[in-house]
């Protein structure tokens, strides 16, 4: 069986999946897989050789305002989540302008660390996350192989011309910028891919001028294989065609709820919040869903605040609700009635497992994507974050209690696949074209 290094980005949304999959490889039967990230995010390893690489200066691990980092990029939090205050097409702009003003994160230095682990491991495959692009360009100049781990949406594999990333090819009902605001968006987009495509080739022409450059960096993936963190529905738009592709649906491994929690929610029916690691901070908005939700008589709302509960303390005090920094969501999801989440890729696939539908609230990134599929799906339904009300979110809510059995087919399709399943495949699949 074949060696493994899993690397994944210094995020805990993007390596705890990461994480997951690695675990999932050792016990397929993979000969050794090492789990290589940064130094704070160590306690995912679990029982796997760790070693500790950081490929972009910045980080979260697990509130991003609280996380510990240099002051350009606890400003960029900060401007962020200031842009999403504005809708989706200026948070969409803020994003892909900030990549443009820096493409590459030191990829010197992950190169170097790169070569230090593959003389150290040996690896025969590495696991790159696709949108970890300091890492998939290191590991395309030093030639060794690599699978594509996709711990977003599955457009972040780009493949038509006429797509790009930081552009969403799909958007929910509630959420759809201008034609102006879509055009003015599609023209940055553009300049970004370019800016990025040249970085690769400034970069490849020093370090490594024997190997290709890519035509477009955003859609440099695994020629053999991607393994994605998503189910893989109908609908989805074209993906690349030379790439065998192992959807996941999901990649938890929730342990059970302990008794202090077990105690909050028993004998309640439980509205579970959580707008993820960086959209926390939208106290206004968690404010406005709790307000909603407070007016559905019997409902219990526990709240994930991040860095936020002193704005919510006024809330807490009521005893219907239950505000943390961090909640054990995917131990709580098999106890809750519905979730309202921001539309990330771990909430969507942690919801569909346990077979709890959403309200989504998307903000920026592939949310809008995932909001689509949640919404065609029948998983949940969506609101604009920055134009609901509290009846709105009202309405949402009891839509998707009066109907929990709506996401019943996907969800059995969910718990079928899984992190052990697509292990043993891409295992099977290596097997057939060793490296």
Request: glycine residues 6%; hydrophobic residues 45%; contains cysteine.
């Amino acid at each position: 069986m074949s060696r493994f290094a899993v690397i994944s980005p210094p995020f805990r949304s993007h390596a705890q999946p990461m994480s997951v999959f690695a675990k999932a490889l050792s016990a397929a039967g993979a000969r050794e897989v090492t789990f290589a990230c940064g130094a704070e995010l160590a306690d995912l390893a679990g029982d796997l050789p760790f070693v500790p690489m950081r490929t972009t200066h910045e980080s979260n691990s697990g509130i991003a305002e609280r996380t510990v980092q240099d002051a350009g990029s606890a400003r960029g939090v900060t401007d962020f989540i200031e842009a999403t205050k504005a809708g989706a097409a200026a948070t969409l702009l803020a994003q892909t302008r900030r990549r443009r003003t820096e493409p590459l994160s030191s990829p010197d230095q992950v190169l170097r660390e790169l070569g230090a682990l593959h003389e150290r491991v040996r690896p025969d495959w590495y696991v790159v996350d696709q949108i970890d692009y300091a890492t998939t360009l290191a590991v395309h100049a030093l030639g060794v192989p690599f699978i594509s781990f996709v711990t977003g949406h599955p457009t972040y594999l780009v493949t038509r011309g006429d797509q790009f990333f930081g552009l969403p090819q799909v958007w929910p009902s509630a959420v759809r910028p201008s034609s102006s605001d879509l055009e003015e968006l599609a023209a940055e987009v553009r300049l970004t891919d370019q800016a990025l495509t040249t970085a690769f080739a400034e970069f490849l022409g020093v370090a490594a001028p024997a190997r290709p450059v890519p035509p477009r960096a955003f859609a440099l993936t695994s020629s053999r294989a991607a393994v994605v963190n998503y189910p893989e529905l109908p609908w989805l738009p074209p993906l690349p065609a030379d790439q065998e592709r192992i959807f996941l649906g999901h990649c938890t491994n929730p342990e059970p709820l302990d008794e202090v929690w077990l105690d909050r929610v028993r004998g309640r029916r439980v509205l579970l919040v959580a707008l993820g690691t960086f959209l926390s901070a939208r106290h206004d908005v968690l404010r406005t869903v709790v307000r909603g939700a407070l007016r559905i008589e019997g409902l219990t709302v526990v709240v994930a605040a991040g860095g936020r509960t002193a704005e919510l303390a006024d809330l807490a005090a009521d005893p219907r609700v239950v505000v943390e920094p961090v909640v054990p969501q995917q131990a709580l999801l098999p106890h809750v009635a519905a979730m309202v989440h921001h539309g990330g890729n771990n909430s969507f696939t942690e919801c569909l497992r346990a077979g709890v539908p959403a309200v989504v609230l998307p903000f920026s990134s592939d949310q809008f994507c995932i909001a689509h599929d949640a919404e065609r799906a029948g998983a949940g339904v969506c609101l604009d974050p920055n134009a609901a009300s509290p009846e709105d979110v009202a309405q949402a809510v009891r839509s998707v209690l009066e109907r929990p059995e709506s996401v019943a087919g996907l969800h059995d399709a969910v718990r079928a696949a899984g992190p052990d399943r697509g292990a043993a495949r891409l295992l099977e699949v290596l097997s057939r074209d060793p490296a």
